[in-house]
Each structure stands twice: as C-alpha cells, then as structure tokens.
T-cell receptor, first 115, second 113 residues
Framework: DAGITQSPRHKVTETGTPVTLRCHQTENHRYMYWYRQDPGHGLRLIHYSYGVKDTDKGEVSDGYSVSRSKTEDFLLTLESATSSQTSVYFCAISVGQTSNTGELFFGEGSRLTVL | GDSVTQMEGPVTLSEEAFLTINCTYTATGYPSLFWYVQYPGEGLQLLLKATKADDKGSNKGFEATYRKETTSFHLEKGSVQVSDSAVYFC????????????FGRGTSLIVHP
C-alpha cells in the first residue's frame, strides 16, 4: 500500500470553518497529489507536489491551499469551507523516489461534509 | 492537451460473461497507460499498466493491450465474477517529464450472479 495514510477519514464541519486534511507517506516518494471525487465528475486534481516546498495548482484549486514542509506530509487546507467542497478527498503518491512513473498509490479517502 | 475517453456506464453483466471496457486516448509522444479499479468505499488501486506500444498488461485475469495505431487501451476479462463489481478508470502519463496523470471519468461495472 506504499505506506500512505489520510486523516481524518471522516469529518463534518460547518460553512466558513477552516479544515485541514493530512496525507502521510512513509517511503519518501517525491510526487504527491490531492484529488476530489464527486458523482458525475470522476477524479479532479486539486493540487500536487513535486518535492518539499514545491507545489502547483490542479484543475480545481480555487478555495484550497496546500503545504509540504517535509517529504512525508502533504496537507490540504480549506481556508473557509463551503457546501460545494463536500466531497471525498483522495491523496495519492507516484511510485518512485525521483522520477515520476505515473503509477499512483491512493489513500483510502477522507469524506468531508460541509453543512 | 492529453485526454482519456472511456465508455459510459454502468456496464451490467451476468457472472462468467466476457467483459470489454473501451478506452481511447489523446496524447503527444508515447504515454504510459494504466487501468485502475475502485471498489466501493475504497481508494483507487492500480490494476495493470503498459509502457510502450504493443505491450500487454495483465493482472487478476484482466488484460489490456497498448494499441498505438488506434490510440486505445481496452480492458478485457474472459469471465467476470460478482467480486469484479467496481468502477474502472483508464489513465495515462505523457512522456517527456509530465508530472500529472490524466484520468478518464470511470466506468461502473455491475456483475449479477
């Protein structure tokens, strides 16, 4: 399973509150991703990281920020949660310490509900 | 830009039927191609991959062949089981140093006993 864990697995919060989701890996893989999955939309990339302190936006980055201060942790923050951010969030890593193989391992997902 | 197109679902089959899920792609160069499977309540798992033309990826009875001439990577299984019920995603990673895999929308497979 490439040693990837997400926390929390489930969270219910209120509109306007900040939320941070954590993705932790134990194998020093360079590339990490945050996706959201919604019915009818498949997987959509929010942000990704290609190294410590190196991050970039995906296709649905508005309202989200990320940080990667060390290799093993990739944090996704919703500064002020909205109901449209109710979703299942998946973290993924690309196998390979240096190059990107495109072979992704996914976490088990974090289900977020914004009331 | 890169894109992956999968057949719309759901695909509904009886146990032991033959499965094909179509996947075609648009990409420059020679991408790597992947099939992922997502069981209910879980994250995606890599099912199989192929990295060059005419390669065949296989795993758990599933197969897919990288067809450069038709830009396709169709997923097949000779005899499906109820336990194969899941959502299947086709994906690619372009050659040339891309960081971002491109996913299809996913195809739901329902297998009845």
């Amino acid at each position: 399973d490439a040693g990837i864990t997400q926390s929390p697995r489930h969270k219910v919060t209120e509109t306007g509150t900040p939320v941070t989701l954590r993705c932790h890996q134990t194998e020093n893989h360079r590339y990490m991703y945050w996706y959201r999955q919604d019915p009818g939309h498949g997987l959509r990339l929010i942000h990704y990281s290609y190294g410590v302190k190196d991050t970039d936006k995906g296709e649905v980055s508005d309202g989200y920020s990320v940080s990667r201060s060390k290799t093993e942790d990739f944090l996704l923050t919703l500064e002020s949660a909205t109901s449209s951010q109710t979703s299942v969030y998946f973290c993924a890593i690309s196998v390979g310490q240096t190059s990107n193989t495109g072979e992704l391992f996914f976490g088990e997902g974090s289900r977020l509900t914004v009331l | 830009g890169d894109s992956v197109t999968q057949m719309e679902g759901p695909v509904t089959l009886s146990e032991e039927a033959f499965l094909t899920i179509n996947c075609t792609y648009t990409a420059t160069g020679y991408p790597s191609l992947f099939w992922y499977v997502q069981y209910p309540g879980e994250g995606l798992q890599l099912l199989l991959k192929a990295t060059k033309a005419d390669d065949k990826g296989s795993n758990k009875g599933f197969e897919a062949t990288y067809r450069k001439e038709t830009t396709s990577f169709h997923l097949e299984k000779g005899s499906v089981q109820v336990s194969d019920s899941a959502v299947y995603f086709c994906a690619l990673l372009s050659s040339g140093g891309s960081y971002i895999p491109t996913f299809g929308r996913g195809t739901s497979l329902i297998v009845h006993p």
